[in-house]
């Protein structure tokens, strides 16, 4: 068994699992190179995808096969396939079942999953596991081998947490490393099992089945995720797209609170070796409110109720120090102790440092955020409730004197606040919004005075005569995308003259063979070292706008061009580089929020066609004079 550092997957390459608590990112080449037990911001247990040398990692592997990895189809259960260069087929399943779908509760905080099979002829399967507790800052680990009735078992502690791997098949200990080690060698239809527990309650007296309990848990997972997809009412041409971005959002929610996490991982790089490399393993009221109106959409309203409550809980909690009614991020239980700090004995991905946990964003002022909330789920019922709209009423009654501020906008730029436009379309959603959910309020008419004020300020001050477009803020020509969420909000119509000439000029400025950034650096500056790729969000949002806009054909075929970037998986990161290089956190919500999105706007417009084509047959067909 070879033992040497492998080089660093690309960023795509990998499958997301999950349990509705936390998650693991497994390369393909069966790595589970990202894992942070109990909790998605969790310290990690392996980190091998931001130091492969450091990190810590769980490999499963074929020497000298090839592999490939894929969904078993409508769920998040994860398949690596090897095959030999003399006809083995060996296969590595790895999954984690989310406690409601549990027949009965095991004594650990997190259990991962892993099972191996031989699908066709004799494979030999290489096994190593060596967790680095505390992004590896942990001191005094040990390692012993133990046995537990039939199952043996290895078991990594440390002061604050112990890692259990119980296996079906023989274990061992390597002597310089104290890493778990195994070769299996299974003939066809043959299979072991792994099961990775942590912090059990009293990890010497646990003795599972580990063979019975894994092909029960599998079934058990694979009950969730098609009941769960079940509930889709989705029936547009994208279906499996569609759904494995839906299947990832869902993946990316803390089910304890409904909270929707912005990504699954810290510090991938949105440049390769430069240092916009952040943590997004929280919720921002933003991304969260944006996933919960992508799942709605598809019919997935539980998930929307619950992140309405979630906000609300937080709104109900009071102002934060500086006074506003909410942070625009939080972690996944609504605490917001966010210090960003670095951890330099990681090298970063690919070199990528410095490597960063919490995220300093956490005291920016961000206004757009209210509008987002309301947008999003103002078909909530529980914002339709009495508690909600009382916590809409006393959010719109505040904003009434807050709105008109310059803050750190959508982009958490760092280079100083302005007058962002985008953030004046949103404070004006969040009044035109809030008067749908309470529109019999005490003061509903003076919301409706400041929405309507808000829309004149936009449209003279966020409005630039020369280029003819909407810009990124008053009295600035810099373009910018975020302003592509005027339709998506109701702002204004794809038919509108001021729209077609501000579509136009982010065509010009900010859209690249297809693909869409956020701003144009050399125009603006955010603050912040280093360049940028695309930014997926943004390209989602220029294909729905010129679906939106009539350019049906157009859209089409960019969306697709675009999802043929999608990893193996059918995920993505943030951004997408010109050579189709995904970069940034991942899975993005993001991205695939929008890629839901686009896909509903696509279909709408082609469904719009194909009734008016119809209506024009029948038209002719109808009418004698027209038939001559």
């Not at 990190?55 to 969904?71: D, L, M, N």
């Not at 929280?282 to 929307?304: K, Q």
């Not at 995904?582 to 991205?591: E, I, S, V």
């Not at 194909?610 to 038209?619: L, M, Q």
Request: proline share 4%; glycine share 10%.
């Amino acid at each position: 068994m070879t033992s040497t550092t492998l080089p660093y997957p690309a960023i795509d390459d990998h499958g997301l699992i999950g349990d509705l608590r936390t998650c693991a990112l497994v390369a393909g080449d069966g790595t589970v190179d990202w894992f942070c037990p109990g909790r998605f911001d969790a310290p990690s247990v392996f980190g091998a995808v931001l130091d492969r040398e450091r990190g810590g990692a769980f490999r499963i592997w074929v020497e000298g096969a090839t592999s490939s990895q894929s969904y078993v189809p409508r769920s998040a259960v994860l398949v690596t396939r090897f095959e030999t260069a003399d006809g083995g087929v060996g296969e590595v399943v790895d999954f984690m079942v989310p406690d409601e779908a549990r027949a009965s509760q095991t004594p650990a905080e997190s259990v991962l999953y892993r099972i191996v099979r031989a699908v066709a002829g004799d494979v030999q399967f290489s096994v190593s596991c060596l967790p680095r507790f505390d992004y590896a800052r942990s001191v005094g680990d040990r390692v012993r081998l133990v046995q537990r009735g039939a199952t043996q078992a290895v078991v990594f502690s440390s002061l604050e947490r112990t890692v259990s791997l119980l296996s079906s098949a023989p274990l061992g200990l390597s002597d310089d490393s104290g890493t778990a080690v195994a070769e299996v060698l299974l003939g066809p239809g043959e299979a072991a099992a792994f099961v990775l527990a942590t912090d059990l309650d009293e990890p010497d007296d646990w003795q599972p089945d580990v063979a019975a309990d894994v092909e029960r848990a599998l079934e058990e997972a694979l009950i969730f995720w098609h009941g769960w997809l079940a509930r889709s009412t989705y029936r547009g041409r994208w279906a499996d797209t569609v759904h494995r971005s839906a299947i990832t959002l869902k993946l990316l929610t803390y089910a304890p609170t409904g909270a929707f996490l912005a990504a699954a991982t810290a510090a991938l790089p949105e440049e390769i070796g430069g240092a916009r490399n952040w943590d997004y393993r929280y919720t921002w009221v933003r991304d969260g409110s944006f996933s919960a109106r992508a799942l709605s959409d598809l019919g997935f309203h539980e998930e929307a109720e619950a992140f309405a409550r979630w906000v609300t809980d937080r709104l109900a909690e009071g102002p934060n120090p500086l006074g506003e009614p909410l942070d625009i991020m939080y972690r996944v239980d609504g605490t917001t102790d966010l210090v960003e700090e670095e951890l330099p004995h990681w090298e970063g991905y690919r070199g990528s440092s410095p490597v960063r946990i919490g995220n300093g964003a956490v005291e920016q002022l961000q206004l757009d955020v209210y509008g987002e909330f309301l947008y999003s789920l103002a078909d909530t019922e529980h914002l339709h409730s009495a508690e909600g709209q009382a916590a809409v009423g006393r959010l719109l009654d505040w904003l009434v004197e807050h709105w008109a501020r310059p803050d750190e906008g959508i982009w958490e730029t760092r280079g100083g606040r302005r007058d962002f436009t985008y953030s004046r379309l949103m404070c004006w959603a969040a009044f035109e919004y809030g008067l749908r959910i309470a529109p019999t309020h005490e003061n509903a008419g003076m919301w409706a005075v400041m929405a309507h004020s808000i829309a004149g300020e936009i449209r003279t001050r966020g409005w630039d005569e020369t280029q003819q477009a909407y810009v990124q803020s008053y009295g600035d020509g810099a373009l910018d995308a975020s302003i592509l969420f005027m339709p998506v909000v109701g702002f204004t119509s794809g038919d509108d003259e001021r729209w077609a000439g501000t579509l136009a000029a982010i065509e010009r400025g900010l859209v690249h063979d297809g693909l869409c950034h956020r701003y144009h650096l050399g125009e603006f500056s955010d603050g912040m070292e280093g360049d940028e790729a695309s930014f997926d969000l943004c390209t989602m949002l220029y294909y729905a706008a010129l679906a939106r806009s009539g350019a049906v054909e157009q859209a089409q075929k960019l969306f697709q061009g675009f999802l043929d970037h999608a990893g193996p998986t059918g995920l993505f990161a943030e951004e997408l580089t010109p050579d189709g290089q995904q970069l940034g956190n991942y899975p993005q919500a993001f991205t695939h929020l929008g890629v839901i999105w686009v896909a509903l706007a696509l279909d709408a417009a082609l469904d719009a066609a194909a009734d008016r084509a119809t209506a024009d047959r029948v038209g002719v067909a109808g009418d004698p004079v027209a038939a001559r």
